[in-house]
Structure formats: structure tokens, C-alpha cells
T-cell receptor
């Protein structure tokens, strides 16, 4: 069984569209994250969600919004996609906050044309 | 804000040679974690260091946490082609957010 899963694996779309990426973890973890990895492999934290507490990286445009229907899911919605949004997006989860390892999903490669 | 610098950005080695990547933080860290990302894959947790001066080993991999808890290193002895990938360090600032700040990673290329 996959611990952290993401769908879709690949997403190609045009500028201006709205898209969503789904993430599910079956580890029973309390904390989930979204990361953006650009072409230079820089892993940038976008959001962290723990027990209904959302921590947002202030540099993330408000076109990006996380939605958590329950503890096992943290979806990422992106409005008005731009070329610069092209990247690999990773979902991750951890048992709690602080001293816990993160388990990453397989990633979603988003290409905006 | 907290910054985590990682060097080198790339390292080419011949199989059998040793490899070291260094991680330096602008602030004192509560802990540091190391992850490995294979080409086309996702980051996978390797280890966590918490104590000042801590050294941990995993087979050919040796991880160190500096005495001042502001730097860390990963050393691989006698690299193998299976070691290829990008190694990331992620550290949490003492008294800061519980979310780690990652370095930009060191990509290791091993030539057979």
C-alpha cells in the first residue's frame, strides 16, 4: 500500500486555467505539507496543515489554496495558472510537528503552457 | 528569515571515491534531517540529528551535527552507483517554526 499518494502524476494545462492536485496519506499522520520543487530542485514549503491549523508560507501567491476535507487528505487548488507555476509538487505527511520525519508522495509534475 | 545553505551543488565522483556534502544554517537548529531523492523520485528520509556534536552511521553513510548546532555533514565512503541522487538537509530553527527549511541539495553523480 502506498503511504502517501498523489493524483494526478502529470498535469499539463494552459495558462489561466484552474486545477487541483489531490493528496492522501494512509499513515494516520496528523500533519501534512505541500512543497514546490522547481527545475533547480529547490524544495520550497508552501503549506503545512495540522489539526485544522494552517500555516502558510507568506511568499506563496493567494492563487494557491489548500483544502483538507479530513486528516488523511490535503488537496491543493491553483487558480489562474501561470507559466511560473510549472514545477513538481510534492505532498508530504508526518506523525506530528517538529521532530518527526516526513513521508513524501511521488510528486505531481505540473506543466503550464 | 532562516537560511540553510548546502554545498557543493553538484559533485561528480568515480565509483569507490568518497563524497561529502555540507549543510550550514544562519541560525541555531533544534534538529536537522537528511533526505535522499533519486532521479525522477521523491525525497526519502535518511536520518535525524538532534544533539550537539552527534554522529550517526548508516553503513557507508556518516552524519554529523556540529557542536554549535548550526552545521551538519553527510559523508559517504566508497561511493556506489546506487548512491546517485540529490541529498537534502532540512533544519528547524531553535524556537522557530516546526517546519524545516531545506537546503538546495547536493546532486551526486557516480561514474562507474
Amino acid at each position: 500500500d502506498t503511504a502517501v499518494s498523489q493524483t494526478p502524476k502529470y498535469l499539463v494545462t494552459q495558462m489561466g486555467n484552474d486545477k487541483s492536485i489531490k493528496c492522501e496519506q494512509n499513515l494516520g499522520h496528523d500533519t501534512m505539507y505541500w512543497y514546490k520543487q522547481d527545475s533547480k530542485k529547490f524544495l520550497k514549503i508552501m503549506f503545512s496543515y495540522n489539526n485544522k491549523e494552517l500555516i502558510i508560507n507568506e511568499t506563496v501567491p493567494n492563487r494557491f489554496s489548500p483544502k483538507s476535507p479530513d486528516k488523511a487528505h490535503l488537496n491543493l487548488h491553483i487558480n489562474s495558472l501561470e507559466l511560473g507555476d510549472s514545477a513538481v509538487y510534492f505532498c508530504a505527511s508526518s506523525q506530528g510537528r517538529g521532530y518527526y520525519e516526513q513521508y513524501f508522495g511521488p510528486g505531481t509534475r505540473l506543466t503550464v503552457t | 528569515g532562516q537560511q540553510v545553505m548546502q554545498i557543493p551543488q553538484y559533485q561528480h565522483v568515480q565509483e569507490g571515491e568518497d563524497f561529502t556534502t555540507y549543510c550550514n544554517s544562519s541560525t541555531t537548529l533544534s534538529n536537522i534531517q537528511w533526505y535522499k531523492q533519486r532521479p525522477g523520485g521523491h525525497p526519502v528520509f535518511l536520518i535525524q540529528l538532534v544533539k550537539s556534536g552527534e554522529v550517526k552511521k548508516q553503513k557507508r553513510l556518516t552524519f554529523q551535527f556540529g557542536e554549535a548546532k548550526k552545521n551538519s555533514s553527510l559523508h559517504i565512503t566508497a561511493t556506489q552507483t546506487t548512491d546517485v541522487g540529490t541529498y537534502f538537509c532540512g533544519g528547524r530553527a531553535s524556537g522557530g517554526s516546526y517546519i524545516p527549511t531545506f537546503g538546495r541539495g547536493t546532486s551526486l553523480i557516480v561514474h562507474p
